[in-house]
């Protein structure tokens, strides 16, 4: 009995040996990944304050104020438009009847295929005054360019409604998924108690499912100070085009990198405030949610307002954009076969698809790595690795150019000293680095999709892989992965697709001579060569309705 204990246990000791190098590998990996997504926050605030006084305080005197009150309106304006088409949707294909409901609540996703700034170059074509709409205009009343006043589209104003036309899903997708959650239990004791029902929806509905739209317009919030593209091309002003300013036309570095940190320190304040603003507020539902509300089945002029209402926002943020691009590319003299253009749609898929791979294996290291040793240290590494889809990717370049330009000039200096060699630029305006910038940007959304499809695989299946021996890698690769395959290739696919539509980022970091579908498309516009942008831009929203038809499938399937 004494000589065959060890024999017995030997097996169980080098499976629990492994397990543990297989532990430490996944964390060695997931802290590597964590630590690349601090990075660029972290060189951006020291680059801002070892740049002197100097810098910041001239652009305090002359720039800075008009930067920041700017954004501070754009959000503002941008935060109330989802707000309310969001949530106002949602309310309505959830919980109402009325003729083309089915459509609405799929067709409002639509918007989601098109980047803010593909938008503006459609809505300027029809609205700018040479455009379709004043030309004809013109024409039919006689009138000169002073006898009438048209909306000028190129303003703050116009650049917050192309915003909120694409921005707008994000918060009806999160709160029609809350709608759906809530028992019908409150909601008709608030009926009971002589609330209308608008004032029930207000009093009870909406602070019910306030947790999911909050997160809804955090995340348009966030993606509306990370903008460049709209606003660059509307001239109006924000700290994301003060960032490329600074950076390329002015040629300063401490410039941009004081400006990068206001910017993320704006950013990281508004993630903060929300979640102080919850408290230790606990939402539970009242009730199963088999004990679903009866949707209400609207009549007349009811009927017809939330038609109009549903209606407006898919018509002015999906078909009216893709019918004027359309209209332009025909007129366009640019080729789709030539071989620039070509050249344009390899150098976007490549990015494209090595940035989207390699974020996805890094989401899985670190959402296994959770999963193997959840608790604080595994958790921390979550956060850091979440940061970078709240920073701006003008800020992220800024974040990763300085080391990187520094690195290589010191490995140039010491192998010029030496061994008299030249080694120029090795990093910096690489490919690989602009991929690590799409990594850190982006790694939020890949790593959301892995834990939410993470969820689904009890821990029981973990128990009995290791109780047959598998190593964490050999579990991973024989339970988890066959589960998480739908999941995994969503993360995919959104990765993809955001790496595509992705603009200030690509402009301040892409190789010489290294031009994607999105920096054509922009050097287009900004040239005033608005036909030849339509091209590029229909093949980037061809791209952007692949992610958009899956969650239109999803949603499709919710009742």
């Known amino acids: 009995m004494t000589d065959a204990s060890p024999s017995r246990h030997a097996p169980d000791r080098r499976a629990t040996k492994g397990r543990k190098h297989g532990a430490r590998g996944f964390a060695l990996v997931a802290w590597a990944v964590a630590l690349a997504c601090l990075l660029p926050m972290v060189a951006v605030a020291i680059a801002a304050l070892t740049g002197g006084v100097e810098t910041i305080s001239h652009l305090a005197e002359t720039v800075l104020p008009r930067y920041a009150l700017t954004t501070v309106y754009l ?44 938008l503006a170059y459609a809505y300027t074509f029809l609205l700018d005054h040479p455009g379709i709409v004043q030309t004809t205009l013109r024409q039919v009343t006689g009138w000169g360019p002073r006898d009438y006043w048209f909306p000028e589209i190129r303003s703050l104003g116009g650049a917050a409604l192309m915003l909120v036309l694409v921005l707008y899903p994000y918060v009806y997708l999160l709160a029609r998924a809350a709608f759906l959650q809530q028992s019908a239990s409150a909601f008709l004791a608030a009926r009971a108690l002589g609330d209308s029902s608008l004032r029930a929806f207000w009093r009870v509905s909406l ?43 002015l040629g300063d570095r401490a410039g941009a990198a004081q400006l990068a940190l206001c910017l993320l320190g704006f950013a990281l304040l508004l993630s903060v405030v929300e979640r102080a603003s919850r408290g230790k507020a606990r939402y539970h539902h009242a009730g199963k949610q088999q004990a679903a509300l009866p949707p209400a089945q609207l009549k007349g002029l009811m009927s017809l307002g939330a038609v109009t209402l549903c209606a407006l926002p898919v018509l002015l943020g999906f078909f009216v954009p893709l019918v004027s691009l359309s209209l332009m590319g025909l007129n366009s003299e640019q080729d789709l076969m030539s071989r620039r253009y070509i050249a344009f749609l390899t150098n976007s898929l490549t990015l494209a698809s090595v940035a989207a791979v390699i974020t996805l294996l890094a989401a899985v290291s670190l959402g296994f790595y959770q999963r193997l040793r959840p608790g604080r240290v595994s958790n921390m590494a979550a956060y850091f690795s979440r940061l970078g889809y709240a920073v701006p990717g003008g800020v992220i370049a800024v974040g990763l150019m300085v080391p990187f330009a520094a690195f ?62 598998q190593s964490p890698l050999g579990m991973l690769r024989r339970v988890h992965l066959p589960i998480l395959t739908p999941s995994l290739l969503t993360a995919l696919l959104i990765v993809f697709v955001d790496v595509m539509k992705e603009l200030p980022a690509t402009l301040i970091m892409r190789p010489f001579n290294f031009d994607t579908l999105a920096v054509q498309a922009h050097r287009l516009a900004a040239d005033e060569r608005l036909e030849g942008a339509a091209v590029p831009s229909l093949v980037i929203m061809a791209v952007g309705l692949l992610p958009v038809i899956l969650i239109c499938r999803q949603v499709g399937r919710r009742r």
């Not at 990370?226 to 600074?246: C, E, K, L, P, R």
């Open 75 to 118: 959000v503002a304006l941008v935060s109330l438009g989802t707000f309310g088409i969001g949530v106002g949707s949602a309310w309505l294909v959830t919980m109402t009847r009325f003729p083309g409901v089915r459509f609405f609540e799929v067709a409002l996703v639509l918007p989601l295929a098109f980047p803010a700034y593909v």
């Open 207 to 249: 602070p019910m499912a306030r947790p999911a739209v909050a997160s809804g317009v955090l995340l348009t919030v966030m993606e509306t100070i990370a903008d460049y593209g709209t606003v660059s091309y509307f001239g109006v002003q924000t700290f994301a085009t003060g960032i490329y300013t600074s950076w390329f036309s």
């Open 408 to 469: 290589d000039n010191a490995l140039d200096a010491w192998m010029q000293g030496h061994f008299g060699i030249r080694t120029g630029l090795l990093v910096t305006g690489s490919i690989w680095l602009l991929v690590m910038a799409y990594v850190v940007r982006f790694m939020a959304a890949a790593l959301g999709s892995y834990e939410g499809g993470q969820a689904t695989v009890h821990l029981n299946m973990d128990a009995a892989a290791r109780s047959l021996g």
